[in-house]
C-alpha cells in the first residue's frame, strides 16, 4: 500500500495547529471540502481516527496525539528544504557545472569563468572538458558548450560563433618553404592533421571551393590528438595547420601567425551553447548564460572578417616581396 501524501499529513497537523479544518484549508489555498477529505483518507490509510470532530472544535485522539508527534519533526524538515531551495534558486552562489570540448577550448571558457567568480566568488565552477559525448542529464550537467549540433533532444541550444577553419603558418616556415598560393600547392608543403581521440581518425581539412565546403585530405608531416601541440608545432614554423578562430585568431592579429589561402576559410561548424530549460533556472546559471551570450556571441575577439583576414595575408605578402627586393638589389 502507498505511503500517505505530505499534503494530506501537513493539512492534518495544520487543521490540528489552527483549531479549525476550514483554517488549514484557506491557510493552503483548497477548500474546506478538499481538506476534510484528505483527512478522512489519511485516516483510512491508517486504519485509526486522529481527530474527534464537532461544529465548533477539533480534539486529537490518542492516536493522533502519538501521529504528531512523530511526523512533526518530519514536516518541520521539508519545509526547511523547500525554503532553502526557495533562496538557492535565487542565489549566485554554489556548484556550476559545466561540460565542453577538449580540444582548445580551455583558452576560451577560463577568461569567461574569471570574470564570473570575480563577480560572484561563491561559486564553485566543476568543469568537465571531453570530446566524447556524454549524458548531460544523468550527469547534471547546469551549462554544456559543443561544436556543432547536441545529440540529445531535450535540451536547449544558443548558437555562440561560427567556427572558421583557418590554414596558418609561423613567419618563420613561411620564409623557409614559401607561401601557398593555390590548393595545389599544398602538395609541397609540410602540413599537419588532428587525429581525432576517441576514434582515431585523421580529421580531413575543410575548405571552401566555389561556394561549397568541401573535405580535403593532406599528406600529413605531422600528426596528434591534442590541438594544443598541433597549435605549437605551427607557431614553431615546423608545418602548415588549419586551425579554429578560437584557436588562431589571437596569433594571427599579433602577427605570429599567417593566415593562407584566405579565400578558402571555411565555417562548416559553430560553437553552441546547451542547457536544459528556458523556466524554472537557477540564478546561478541563468546568470552564467547570460554572461557567455554577451561576450562570446558573434565575438570579434574570436571571428575574423573576410576583409581582416586577406589584409593579414596580404601584409605577410608584401612584407616578404619588400625584403626579396632589398635583397637582390642590395645597396647602391
Known amino acids: 500500500m502507498p505511503s500517505p501524501p505530505f499534503r494530506a499529513i501537513a493539512t492534518f497537523a495544520r487543521a490540528v495547529e489552527l483549531g479549525s479544518i476550514r483554517q488549514a484549508a484557506l491557510a493552503q489555498g483548497v477548500t474546506p471540502q478538499a481538506a476534510s477529505q484528505a483527512i478522512a483518507q489519511l485516516e483510512q490509510h491508517l486504519g485509526v481516527r486522529l481527530l474527534h470532530r464537532t461544529t465548533r472544535r477539533l480534539a486529537l485522539t490518542e492516536e493522533g496525539q502519538r501521529f504528531l508527534e512523530r511526523t512533526q519533526p518530519a514536516l518541520a524538515a521539508l519545509d526547511r528544504a523547500l525554503a532553502l531551495a526557495r533562496e538557492t534558486r535565487d542565489e549566485i552562489a554554489g556548484p556550476l557545472r559545466i561540460v565542453g ?98 576514434t582515431g581518425r585523421v580529421s580531413p581539412w575543410y575548405l571552401q571551393v566555389q561556394g561549397e565546403v568541401q573535405q580535403h585530405h593532406v599528406e600529413p608531416a605531422f600528426a596528434t590528438n591534442d590541438t594544443e601541440l598541433e597549435l605549437a608545432a605551427v607557431l614553431s614554423g615546423q608545418v602548415l595547420g588549419q586551425l579554429a578562430n578560437f584557436s588562431a585568431t589571437a596569433h594571427i592579429r599579433s602577427g605570429r601567425l599567417v593566415p593562407v589561402l584566405p579565400d578558402h576559410v571555411s565555417q562548416p561548424f559553430s560553437l553552441h551553447l546547451y542547457y536544459g530549460s528556458r523556466t524554472d533556472l537557477p540564478r546561478r546559471v541563468r546568470a552564467f548564460i547570460d554572461l557567455a551570450v554577451e561576450r562570446l556571441q558573434d565575438s570579434a575577439e574570436v571571428v575574423m572578417s573576410r576583409d581582416e583576414l586577406a589584409a593579414a595575408s596580404d601584409g605577410q605578402s608584401r612584407g616578404r616581396h619588400i625584403k626579396s627586393c632589398a635583397t637582390t638589389t642590395g645597396p647602391e
Request: aromatic share 8%; with cysteine.
Open 101 to 198: 570540448p577538449r580540444s582548445s577550448f580551455a583558452p576560451l571558457l577560463m577568461p569567461l569563468l574569471d570574470t564570473f567568480c570575480r563577480s560572484h566568488p561563491d561559486i564553485q565552477p566543476d568543469v568537465q572538458l571531453d570530446d566524447g559525448l556524454g549524458d548531460w542529464v544523468q550527469d547534471r550537467v547546469d551549462v554544456g558548450f559543443r561544436i556543432g549540433a547536441s545529440p540529445q533532444n531535450d535540451v536547449i541550444g544558443r548558437r555562440l560563433f561560427p567556427v572558421q577553419l583557418i590554414v596558418c603558418a609561423a613567419p618563420a616556415y613561411l620564409a623557409r618553404h614559401g607561401v601557398p598560393r593555390h590548393l595545389d600547392d599544398l602538395v609541397r608543403h609540410r602540413c599537419s592533421v588532428f587525429r581525432h581521440p576517441a
